[in-house]
């Protein structure tokens, strides 16, 4: 099995910053890709930013030139720095890992509030 533990969500203004951890633990060999995913209020769950376990990494086009995805693979942890963000950005973003097979893992979500 696989763990997920998201960190540093929170309340920020627009145009502040955020950085977000996602520690994984378990069986965490082998892995396609890892990323996150976020859902606001009433809308579907939609990704956000993934990097695969060669370092290719893909953003949805809402946060291009904003956030970006890295990872510390002696640590196992995903981190997404978010910058300039706004009110649009305001979710609950998810910690996604997905192997082969077995298909993908979640966090259980940590809040990003944007106040204008």
């Known amino acids: 099995q696989v763990q997920l533990e998201e960190s540093g969500g929170g309340l920020v203004q627009a145009g502040g910053s955020l950085r977000l951890s996602c520690a994984a633990s378990?069986?965490?060999?082998?892995?396609?890709?890892m990323g996150w995913y976020r859902q606001a209020p009433g809308k579907q769950r939609e990704s956000v930013a993934l990097?695969?376990?060669?370092?290719?990494?893909n953003y949805a086009d809402s946060v291009k030139g904003r956030f970006t995805i890295s990872r510390d693979n002696a640590k196992n942890t995903v981190f997404l720095q978010m910058n300039s963000l706004k009110p649009e950005d305001t979710a609950v973003y998810y910690c996604?890992?997905?192997?082969?097979?077995?298909?993908?893992?979640w966090g259980r979500g940590t809040q990003v509030t944007v106040s204008s």
């Open positions: 996604s890992l997905n192997k082969p097979y077995t298909g993908s893992y």
């Open positions: 378990g069986s965490i060999f082998s892995i396609n890709f």
């Open positions: 990097i695969t376990s060669g370092g290719s990494t």
